[in-house]
């Protein structure tokens, strides 16, 4: 039995798992591909964010925390889960946001509307200037006389990474429930936490699968250290845990130009997607890793074996409204394609 820590129940779960029938028969090459419905975990809490705030929520409670700081792109899923959990538990937030004030929109419309303070930095601001930031932002609150908890880029420590460690003992039930023996998970990684998480629930759970990590923004070398740093990290603070490393299998060949922006074949599997199966992806992270996988198939190039494959749909849908231009573009290529001549 995995002893968890505090827990403060945000999230809609178990999320829904759900075979794709039609994306099985259009890219499966003989194997199923079902979804695990992540982006089903609440509204404004949608994602996979969620489930690592579940237990950072309980975290600042337990500290007697009365603000949440966190940091991210401007668009960033993980800030505006952040300023809605803030709302929720009636604490007050602050982001600091890559990039200058602009027109309201996606998420940063929302982290808007949610209240949250915001502090601009300039883009090119590294990680680790991102971390003296929060430093500095947690000062600021002191002086002010609050306590404020400071959340690394994407919740990626080893309190979130709970999170997915939780959602593995629901993936077994539901392997369990469609007698699926072995399986691949699929899911985008960005700051490493869900990719943690999920193998470090494999790992403990001991569930008959593997996980793989499409990158959406640095190399797999990067991930592959950034997880067993998390583990270590948890290892450190949770007696009784497993002694060896988790196992990573990180794809860094979706990338594309860069975090945030995706070449136009990622736009069309999305736009596909949407029309098979009623699902949305976004460009910075769900469509690069679904895009990755069914590419890998094709070519015959996917990293694993298994039968059924599992994609953990981890949210994002408020991503792809930046984005209607490349949009417009998928739509009418799409289009083309299906209309018979
Ligand atoms: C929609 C979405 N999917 C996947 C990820 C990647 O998760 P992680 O940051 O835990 O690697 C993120 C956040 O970075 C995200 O917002």
């Known amino acids: 039995m995995v002893q968890y820590p505090p827990r403060e129940l945000l999230a809609l779960l178990p999320s829904p798992f759900v075979l794709l029938e039609r994306a099985t028969a259009r890219w499966g090459r003989g194997r199923r591909i079902w979804c695990k419905r992540d982006d089903l975990t609440g509204s404004l809490l949608t994602g996979n964010k969620v489930r690592k705030l579940e237990f950072i929520a309980a975290e600042a409670r337990a500290r007697k925390c009365t603000v949440l700081v966190t940091a991210g792109a401007l668009q960033s899923n993980h800030c505006r889960a952040t300023a809605a959990v803030a709302a ?9 946001l890559r990039g200058e004030e602009q027109a309201l929109e996606g998420n940063y419309l929302l982290s808007r509307l949610l209240d949250a303070d915001i502090t601009y930095v300039s883009r090119s601001t590294t990680g680790d200037e991102m971390t003296q930031h929060l430093a500095n932002a947690v000062q600021r609150w002191a002086a002010k006389g609050e306590k404020a908890l400071s959340l690394p880029i994407g919740g990626s420590d080893e309190i979130g990474i709970w999170g997915y460690i939780a959602a593995v003992e629901e993936l077994a039930s539901d392997m369990a429930r469609h007698a699926i023996r072995q399986a691949a998970i699929v899911h985008a990684t960005g700051s490493g936490g869900t990719q943690a998480g999920l193998n470090a629930g494999v790992l403990m759970h001991k569930l008959p699968a593997d996980v793989i990590s499409y990158a959406v923004c640095d190399d797999a070398a990067y991930f592959n250290e950034k997880a067993q740093q998390d583990w270590q990290a948890l290892r450190a ?79 994002g849908v408020f991503g792809i409204f930046p984005h209607a231009d490349a949009l417009q573009t998928s739509l009418q290529r799409v289009q083309a394609v299906n209309t018979p001549h």
């Open 88 to 96: 929720q538990l009636g604490l007050k937030c602050e982001l600091i």
């Open 237 to 315: 603070a949770t007696p009784d845990l497993p002694v060896e490393p988790i196992k990573t299998i990180t794809n860094d060949h979706f990338i594309g130009p860069g975090y945030g922006r995706a070449d136009q074949a990622v736009f069309d599997t999305l736009a596909q997607l949407a029309r098979l199966e009623g699902i949305t992806l976004d460009p910075v992270y769900t469509g690069k890793a679904f895009h990755g996988m069914v590419t890998d198939l094709e070519h015959s190039s996917f990293q694993s074996d298994a039968a059924d494959i599992i994609f953990v749909h981890t949210g």
